[in-house]
Each structure stands twice: as C-alpha cells, then as structure tokens.
C-alpha cells in the first residue's frame, strides 16, 4: 500500500528557511508519473495548497511547477525519482507560514496523504 511520510518540519525564526520532504513507498510507478501538491493548515484554517507539480518528464527545474502567488519566490516544490521523495524547500519564512505541512500524491483514482508535519515560525 502507498505510503507517504513527511519530514523536516520544525521552529525556526522569521527569516529562515527549512526543506520539508515527502518520503514515498508502495508506488507501482514512478513518482513522475504522479501528480504531487503540499497543503497546509493553521489552526482554525481550511486547508490550502502551497505547491504543485504535474506528472510527466520534467525537463528543468521548476518545470510542471505551480506555486500560489502570494507564495511564489519563496517556496518551491521538486521530486526526486531516485530516493522515491517530493520536497518543499521554504525561504524567507513568516510566522503566517505557521501550519501543519501534508504531502498528498495523487495517481487515476488513487489519492494518498502523509501524516503531516509542524511548521513554526517564530518573529
């Protein structure tokens, strides 16, 4: 059965940065194949995409990529084939970044989520 399993999160202080990761197992195929998001949501908040990625070849980085306006230019999503994981690299953090983080792949009818992990910032 697929598994998703996030990682990386953490307090840090306003300004700083932090690379969430998704590890994945129980694909029949590769993680390129899959359509790849991380959500987000703060206490008393709806659950908001932060990132995505679409399935098929990535020829460059940031390809297939699309991050919400407010958030572009500071985080960045990417998949990594060969260590069966997605990433969220975070910069320049604000303490309304202050979340839990969940992966979430989605494949035809399949659509899987990790545990999620904490996010602090802190001014």
């Known amino acids: 059965q697929v598994q998703l399993v996030e990682s990386g999160g953490g307090s840090v202080q306003a300004g700083g940065s932090l690379r969430l990761s998704c590890a994945v197992s129980?694909?029949?195929?590769?993680?390129?194949?899959?359509?790849w998001n991380w959500y987000r949501q703060a206490p008393g908040n709806a659950r908001e995409i932060v990132a995505t990625?679409?399935?098929?070849?990535?020829?460059?980085?940031?390809?297939?990529?699309n991050i919400p306006d407010s958030l572009k230019g500071r985080f960045t999503i990417s998949v990594d084939n060969a260590k069966k994981s997605v990433y969220l690299q975070m910069n320049s953090l604000k303490p309304e970044d202050t979340a839990v983080y969940y992966c979430?792949?989605?494949?035809?009818?399949?659509?899987?989520w990790g545990q999620g992990t904490q996010v602090t910032v802190s001014s």
């Open positions: 979430n792949g989605r494949y035809g009818l399949g659509d899987y």
């Open positions: 129980g694909v029949r195929f590769t993680l390129n194949d899959m359509n």
């Open positions: 990625i679409a399935p098929g070849t990535r020829l460059a980085p940031g390809i297939g990529t």
